[in-house]
C-alpha cells in the first residue's frame, strides 16, 4: 500500500522510533509544532478517526493505554501534554493512516484557532 506511515511501519521510510510494540509504533514528528512532538499509529492501517469500528478500536484504546508511558519516557506527564487527532480535510489531516500528535513540554492555548 502506497501508504507514508506503512512505509515508516515496515522501515522503508526512517523514523526516530520513541515506542514500539506489536500494534502500535511511537516516532518524532518530522516538523515538530513543540519539543515533544511524537506521532503515534496502529501498525494496521485505519485511514481516519473515521474509520474506527469494533473490529480495529482495539488499537487505539491500546494507543490510549500507552500514552502514560510514553509521556513519561518523554519527560512531560509531571506538565502535561496535549493529544490531537486531525481527520480528513476540514480536521487538517495531511497523512491518510490514522495518527494522534502526542506534544509537550510548552503550553498550548485553548480553544485552537
Ligand atoms: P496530520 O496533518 O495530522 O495528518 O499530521 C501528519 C504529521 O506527519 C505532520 O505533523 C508531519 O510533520 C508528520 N510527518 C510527515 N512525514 C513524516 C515523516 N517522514 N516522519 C515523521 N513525521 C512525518
Ligand atoms: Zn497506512
Known amino acids: 500500500m502506497d501508504c507514508l506511515f506503512c512505509k515508516i511501519i515496515n522501515g522503508e521510510i526512517p523514523s526516530t522510533k520513541v515506542y514500539e510494540d506489536d500494534m502500535i509504533l511511537a516516532f518524532r514528528d518530522i516538523d515538530p509544532q513543540a519539543p515533544e512532538h511524537v506521532i503515534i ?6 485511514s481516519s478517526a473515521n474509520e474506527i469500528n469494533t473490529e480495529n478500536s482495539k488499537y487505539i484504546s491500546h494507543i490510549f493505554e500507552k500514552i502514560p508511558y510514553i509521556a513519561a519516557m518523554l519527560n ?14 476540514n480536521g487538517g489531516q495531511t497523512v491518510p493512516h490514522m495518527h ?14
Request: glycine share 18%.
Open 41 to 46: 499509529i496502529p501498525k494496521n492501517h485505519i
Open 76 to 89: 512531560i506527564d509531571e506538565h502535561g501534554y496535549r493529544i490531537v487527532n486531525n481527520c480528513g480535510k
Open 100 to 113: 494522534f500528535h502526542l506534544m509537550g513540554g510548552r503550553g498550548f492555548a485553548w480553544p485552537a484557532g
